[in-house]
T-cell receptor, first 112, second 113 residues
Framework: DQQVKQNSPSLSVQEGRISILNCDYTNSMFDYFLWYKKYPAEGPTFLISISSIKDKNEDGRFTVFLNKSAKHLSLHIVPSQPGDSAVYFCAASNYNTDKLIFGTGTRLQVFP | ETGVTQSPTHLIKTRGQQVTLRCSSQSGHNTVSWYQQALGQGPQFIFQYYREEENGRGNFPPRFSGLQFPNYSSELNVNALELDDSALYLC????????????FGQGTRLTVV
């Protein structure tokens, strides 16, 4: 039972354009959502998060949107840069635990 | 402030053997979680330790066990290794239980042959 789904295994975007990565979840008890970026041979690096009481959180070039009714969140990267090329994981948790449920990841490639 | 460090970085073991992986949590963090990431998958939660006690466990058999020490460092032990245990094992620390982001180490790549 995949509670967090990232249906696009890969995404290719031109430098300077917007990258939109999507994530869906099934468990309505999730109340905290996170995005991690992972380079090869490194552990995941925290990028941005959002609490279920919000519908948007912004940090520089990165914005996360949460649609609770649709159980959907998305990560927008504007403008995209070649250094953003990595695997992006969506994760969800319940505030009462620190257990993170991860999606399968989306590989983003930003080309010049 | 030092980050999360894991050792060793790579390991090759034979089926049936036992393995111990180690993790030093980030300074000031008292919660450590372990994850298994198989090829092409997202990390899967194994278990979490808070103040030296197990504080939640994922869907992994009892041959996966752990410890947390008074300095909040942690070990993951796997007995009777199987080929399917080959994966990247990630340790993550966080400052408290209850929400908030976790900070990951670089992982230990375990190969079982």
């Amino acid at each position: 039972d995949q509670q967090v789904k990232q249906n696009s295994p890969s995404l290719s975007v031109q430098e300077g354009r917007i990258s939109i990565l999507n994530c869906d979840y099934t468990n309505s008890m999730f109340d905290y959502f996170l995005w991690y970026k992972k380079y090869p041979a490194e552990g995941p690096t925290f990028l941005i998060s959002i609490s279920s009481i919000k519908d948007k959180n912004e940090d520089g070039r990165f914005t996360v949107f949460l649609n609770k009714s649709a159980k959907h969140l998305s990560l927008h990267i504007v403008p995209s840069q070649p250094g953003d090329s990595a695997v992006y994981f969506c994760a969800a948790s319940n505030y009462n635990t620190d257990k993170l449920i991860f999606g399968t990841g989306t590989r983003l490639q930003v080309f010049p | 402030e030092t980050g999360v460090t894991q050792s060793p970085t790579h390991l090759i073991k034979t089926r049936g053997q036992q393995v111990t992986l180690r993790c030093s949590s980030q300074s000031g963090h008292n919660t450590v979680s372990w994850y298994q990431q198989a090829l092409g998958q997202g990390p899967q939660f194994i278990f979490q330790y808070y103040r030296e006690e197990e504080n939640g466990r994922g869907n992994f058999p009892p041959r996966f066990s752990g410890l947390q020490f008074p300095n909040y460092s942690s070990e993951l032990n796997v007995n009777a290794l199987e080929l399917d245990d080959s994966a990247l094992y990630l340790c993550a620390s966080s400052p408290l239980t209850g929400g908030g982001e976790a900070f990951f180490g670089q992982g230990t790549r375990l190969t079982v042959v």
